[in-house]
Structure formats: C-alpha cells, structure tokens
C-alpha cells in the first residue's frame, strides 16, 4: 500500500542540549523528542518509572465513594457480584478485581455475558444472578457507563450499585431534561455527562482532573480499584499486593488497544515480566497451549498468541469459564481450559477467514466508498469486529461490518486516526437503536431496513471529514539514520523504550540510497537482502515484500524505512532490518 513518508525534523541545536542534559544519545533523544518527552526530568521518569509511580487511586472522581462502600460489604460479611464483559479486557478486568477482593477478605461471585445472548454491557440478567446468590452489591468493569435501565432496575431491585468502565460516557443535552432533579454539585463535577443511577461511577473520562488516566483500559481501571481496595483494607501503599494483578492488567491493557503511555506503560512493563515468570497456573498453561513458553513476553506477541484465545470464548462461546481459568490454582482444570480456548481459538480463525473473503466479494462488487459499510445475514456476530478491524486496515478507511438476524443488524465498527467514530456515530444517530465505545472502535445496532440510510449518512460524513490525503496512511519516522551509526549500542538503547506496542511503536529509522546486494526471495512471500551504503552493509528482510523486487530495478539504489532486530543464531547475535517500506531513491 502506497504511505506517505514523514520524517520527523528537530532543531539539532535541541537535541543535542537534550542528549547531553539527559545523557542520552542524541538519537534516543530525538526519539523521545517526536513522543512528546520533552525535559530532561520527562526523560528520567519515563525511562526509569516503575509501580511507585502510579498515581494515588483516590484522586479518581468517584474513588472514594467506591471503597467506602466495598469496605461496608467486608465489614458486614456481605456478597459482591462483579459484572464483566466477554472480551480479553472485561475478563481480565473482572478478574482483577475480584482476586482483590478475595484478598480483602470479601465473598465474590461474577457475571459475564453472553454475546449472543445478552449482548454487551450492564444486563438485567446479573441482577438476577446477585439475588440468587445473595450478593447485595454490584460492580460493573470494562461496561455500564451508559446501562441506564439495569442501573434504575438494580436501584429498584435494592442491589448497590458501583460503576467502573473507561468507554465513553454519553453527553448530558441528548437525554436530559432541564432541572432532571440533579444538585448543583453534580450539576458541577459531571454536566457533560448522563450518568447511570448508580452509588458511585468510576470513569476517568468523567472529569478533567483524570484525564492523565483517560486512556486506562478497563482491566487498568480495575487495577485502580483493586489499589484503592488495599489501601483501605491494609493500610498499607500495598504495591506487592498489586504486583500479583499486573499479568492480567497488562494482557486487558494490551488487548484493548490504548496508548502504551503514562500508566500503561507501568503496567505492561511490569505485567509483561510476570507473565514471562508464569505465576499464574492458567497464564501459564495459555502460554504452553499457545506454544510461546519460554519466549519473552512482548505485547506484539502477546496480540497473536494469548489474546485471541482469550477473546475466543466470548466471541465462540460463553466466556464464563475464562474466569475459571485465571483464577484456578490447579493446573489440571488450567490446562483443560486453555485447551477448550484453543480449539475455540482454531474455529474463530476458520470462520472469520470465511466472512472475511465474503467481504472482500461484496466490496469488489460494490465499489470502496469512503467507508465500508456491510452486512450479511451468514456472517457470526463474533467475527464481525476483527473482519471490520482487518478491512479498515486494509482499505485505510472506517469500516462497519453487520450481522444479520430476525431483521435487526448487529455490527462492530473500526476506524482511523483521522475519523472520530464516536463523534460520527452520533451524527447518525437517527438510523441506531444503540452504539457505544470509542473514538477508533464501537459497536452498534440498527434495524435491517435502516442500513441504507445508516449507510448513506456515514458516507457522507465520511466524505465531509476525510480529504484524500486522510486516506493515505503515513508512516512516521523518528530519524534519517547514517547507515555508519547502525550497530548493537543502539538496540540495547532501544530496549530502555519498551514495551513498543500502540502508542508507543519501535524506533523507525530511514536511510537514503543504499545498494541492494544478494536480493532474493523467502518461501514465495518474503524479500530478503544485504543493503549497502559505502562500506557498512547489514543484512534486511521485508516481510511480505516479495513483490517489491520487480520495483527495486535491476540498478540504482533504494531508500529504505526499518526497525533493528537482533537475530540469535547458534549462540551468535547478528543485527538485522527489519524493512518497514521501500522505494528507489529520489
Ligand atoms: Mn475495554
């Protein structure tokens, strides 16, 4: 696919000020320069923050209220239903919390639903659960910001309810009417917002003085609760309480894709590690099903291998039992299960396979516009988000693929940095029986006979909102590199950045006019070669780039965009490209 490139340019004078006030090299410092770590203080902390850095839990709006009512429920031995969601975040969420609060000492017992049964968010069906099993008090992760019917039937039911949940809360002037019975101080802390009928709601989104934690992801928002939690019930900073949750924060945080910065940071660098140790029986036992044990946990790794065996319950199945699966001790009933995901895992692959190439069809049959927009009645409701996801990627533009049955469409949404689809959502509204999340995913539900319309309207918000240049996806690069300076210091400077994931990509390097030398090609898909620029050459491969080489022509040389690997083999470490993009010299 054709990207524009961007290189990004600093003040060399800057730069150099940073390298030395820093003591980085004056490479890393440009580096940190295009993420917006700016000062020398901004360095150290990011370069060096750890669990002691996490930002006091009780700052959060709502926080307080929270953990005053969870500790009542300890003190007064009574039952606490959690309600999740079916996908890696809410499972991991709802796993977090209730492993804290076992350990404060509070009987649990959890809800996840069905997605095909009950769809996402706060369900009356869990309050119905918590009555039966005598909980007297609920609390939502990962969902609920906008369930207010189950908020006001729980209310009815006399089941407290508490609200954790990081999607986007709905605006206040579309449903409220003027002088709705709020007080002046809610009227101050949340004017924006129509909030569920709840005793407390945790949403950093909420307030202005969160923002830093605004991009949490639920699990990660379950992680400040659990914090909150320990502190009250020990009295203590509690961080190695903490650390025993940060596996499964860090696989939420990972799978819901939010920025690799601030809080996040923390939490996957620290959960990565612990995952890599494998205390956690069912972690573990995923790994070896997943065949990545005994290889150092990356989220890029983590995205392909463990993630998508967790979302497959919930998209295959019913996830209940992934809940089953994180908290066992025995590795007996671990195994069992990571197997049950795994052949979920299998199925999940075969029949989004199938509705994606359906897509495709459809598209080259009715043309690309400037968004895709598809339904079908043969496609499963548990695909339709990583079809969106795959053809917005491919087509660089929002995607909304449907479900179809008994004339209601069910569909998940995926869009692109330019395109807010929460915002764009809402100008559709008219067409929409519900929608909800973020500005780069969402799900939404319309009737069959609407998605015409539904389809007309986005296209032309689309067209409105996106110039041809939104279209093109660039691909940014942190420096133009002498390919003299390429060398092992600069991967073990690199490392000091982990973990790379969204919001925080590898170091891409550019370099300009290099020789192509030896070029030839790997099991039909892959271009692998040596590439030169006076007497320093190292070796590149360009994975799926077979069909580059044609382009490459037989003489001339190339500018070449890439990240540095180290390649171990037989005991020896050799520096490789990795090619991100290629295109002959200008
Ligand atoms: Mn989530």
Redo the contacts with the bound molecule.
């Keep these: 696919m054709h990207r524009r490139w961007l290189v990004n340019r600093t003040n060399p004078e800057f730069i150099h000020h940073l390298s030395t006030t820093a003591s980085v090299s004056p490479l890393l410092a440009q580096i940190l320069i295009n993420r917006g770590i700016k000062t020398a203080g901004d360095i150290r902390s990011y370069l060096n923050h750890g669990l002691a850095d996490l930002s006091d839990p009780f700052a959060i709006q709502g926080m307080k209220e929270a953990v005053a009512r969870i500790m009542e429920a300890s003190r007064s031995k009574e039952k606490v239903l959690v309600h999740g969601d079916y ?1 890696a ?2 499972l991991t969420a709802t796993a977090v919390l209730l492993k804290a609060l076992k350990l404060a000492g509070i009987e649990t017992c959890y809800f996840i639903p069905n997605r095909m049964e009950h769809g996402y968010g706060f369900h009356p069906a869990s309050i119905k659960k918590a009555k039966l099993s005598g909980a007297s008090l609920i609390i939502t992760v ?1 969902c609920g910001i906008t369930s207010f019917e189950t908020a006001e039937i729980c209310r009815r039911e006399g089941i407290d309810l508490i609200i954790t949940d ?1 999607h986007e809360p709905a605006a206040a002037h579309e449903t409220k009417k003027p002088g709705d019975g709020e007080t002046e101080e809610d009227e101050a802390s949340h004017q924006h917002f129509r909030l569920p009928d709840a005793l407390a709601v945790i949403n950093p989104k909420l307030s202005a003085a969160d923002c830093q934690l605004s991009t949490l ?2 699990a990660g928002i379950a992680l400040k609760l659990s914090h909150a939690i320990f502190m009250s019930a020990y009295n203590t900073d509690s961080h190695s309480m903490m650390r025993d949750l940060l596996d499964l924060a860090a696989l939420g945080t990972t799978a ?1 894709v939010v920025p690799l910065t601030g809080e996040n940071r923390i939490i996957v660098r620290e959960g990565l590690t612990l995952i890599g140790n494998g205390i956690c029986p069912g972690i573990q036992s995923l790994k070896r099903v997943a065949g990545i044990e005994g290889k150092r946990p990356s989220t890029g790794l983590l995205s392909f291998s463990l993630i998508p065996r967790i979302n497959a319950a919930g998209r295959m199945a019913d996830a209940n039992d992934v809940i089953k699966l994180f908290l066992t001790d025995s590795m007996e009933e671990a195994d069992r299960l990571s197997l049950w995901l795994d052949t979920l895992n299998s199925r999940r692959q075969q029949i989004e396979e199938e509705a994606y190439q359906e897509a495709l069809a459809l598209l080259g049959v009715k043309g690309t516009g400037p968004a895709i927009v598809l339904a079908s009645e043969k496609w499963h409701k548990g695909v339709v988000g990583i079809v969106a996801s795959r053809l917005a990627e491919t087509f660089y533009r929002p995607a909304f693929i449907f479900s179809i049955e008994d004339g209601i469409a069910r569909g998940s949404a995926r869009s692109i940095p330019p395109f807010n689809l929460y915002n764009a959502l809402t100008g559709c509204k008219e067409f929409l029986r519900r929608f909800g999340g973020h500005k780069l995913a969402a799900g939404l539900e319309l009737e069959k006979r609407n998605l015409s319309s539904f389809e007309k309207c986005m296209n032309s918000l689309a067209e409105e909102s996106l110039s041809e240049a939104d279209l093109v996806p660039s691909l940014e690069i942190d420096a133009d590199i002498n390919f003299s300076d390429i060398g092992f210091h600069l991967t073990e400077e690199f490392t000091k950045l982990e973990p790379f994931g969204y919001g925080n990509p590898e170091p891409i390097l550019g370099s300009k006019e290099l020789e192509v030398l030896f070029p030839k090609i790997l099991k039909d898909a892959h271009l692998k070669m040596k590439l030169r620029k006076k007497n320093r050459s190292l070796d590149a491969i360009g994975f799926n780039m077979a069909p580059l080489l044609d382009r490459l022509g037989p003489a001339g040389t190339v500018d070449a965009v890439f990240t540095l690997f180290v390649n171990e083999w037989e005991g020896k470490s050799y520096l490789q490209l990795n090619i991100r993009a290629l295109r002959p010299s200008q």
């Design positions: 996908d975040d809410g990962d990081h992801s639920g819901d």
